[in-house]
T-cell receptor
Framework: EAEVAQSPRYKITEKSQAVAFWCDPI?????LYWYRQILGQGPELLVQ????????DSQLPKDRFSAERLKGVDSTLKIQPAELGDSAMYLC???????????FGSGTRLTVV | RKEVEQDPGPFNVPEGATVAFNCTYSNSASQSFFWYRQDCRKEPKLLMSVYSSGNEDGRFTAQLNRASQYISLLIRDSKLSDSATYLC????????????FGKGTTLSVSS
């Protein structure tokens, strides 16, 4: 079964440091999403890509977060500087079309200390 | 009003019980609906799509009521392995926009 690859699985960083997460979607999936999930909440969209273009980044805190998908395949999400409130699970997902649902990667669990 | 609302639970049921979850959504133009399952500290996984005519997959039945804007998930003959959080998911009205997730309903099945 095709998978969405994410790394690292776990990341502990000090506040004010920079941190980056990587995602490789299922081959052929043009749409890629980054979600953030705080414990006890549902996933919330940070950014959506269609190929290399950003479709929706309205909920991305752009003063500290950035995302790119330069060649329309894998993607990187960066936080600089990290804050305590950024501690969460960061999930990447890809889709062949929203009507089919998404496939999520295993996520990156970020702890900011 | 939040876009997708679920009773967070927890629902605590014995093995073999039947349990039902409901979810309401605010956007009447929403087109696609799903239930996802999420185990503790794992990623969400697609459980089933929800069709207008309703659909069944083994012990799981999903139904959609567009008039009342709610979705339901029924689990029959609960197993210990059904213990998880169940996320209700809808698409907003704009084609190509991202799925919106509810906060999830937690189910705990005990022996």
């Amino acid at each position: 079964e095709a998978e969405v690859a994410q790394s690292p699985r776990y990341k502990i960083t000090e506040k004010s440091q920079a941190v980056a997460f990587w995602c490789d979607p299922i081959s052929g999936h043009a749409t890629l999403y980054w979600y953030r999930q705080i414990l006890g909440q549902g996933p919330e969209l940070l950014v959506q890509f269609q190929d290399e273009s950003v479709v929706d980044d309205s909920q991305l805190p752009k003063d500290r977060f950035s995302a790119e998908r330069l060649k329309g395949v894998d993607s990187t999400l960066k936080i600089q500087p990290a804050e305590l409130g950024d501690s969460a699970m960061y999930l990447c997902a890809s889709s062949a079309g929203a009507e089919f649902g998404y496939t999520f990667g295993s996520g990156t669990r970020l702890t900011v200390v | 009003r939040k876009e997708v609302e679920q009773d967070p639970g927890p629902f605590n049921v014995p093995e073999g019980a039947t349990v039902a979850f409901n979810c309401t959504y605010s956007n009447s133009a929403s087109q696609s609906f799903f239930w996802y399952r999420q185990d503790c500290r794992k990623e969400p996984k697609l459980l089933m799509s929800v069709y207008s005519s309703g659909n069944e997959d083994g012990r799981f039945t999903a139904q959609l009521n567009r008039a009342s804007q709610y979705i339901s998930l029924l689990i029959r003959d609960s197993k210990l392995s059904d213990s998880a959080t169940y996320l209700c998911v809808v698409t907003p009205n704009q084609a190509g926009t991202a799925l919106i997730f509810g906060k999830g309903t937690t189910l705990s099945v005990s022996s």
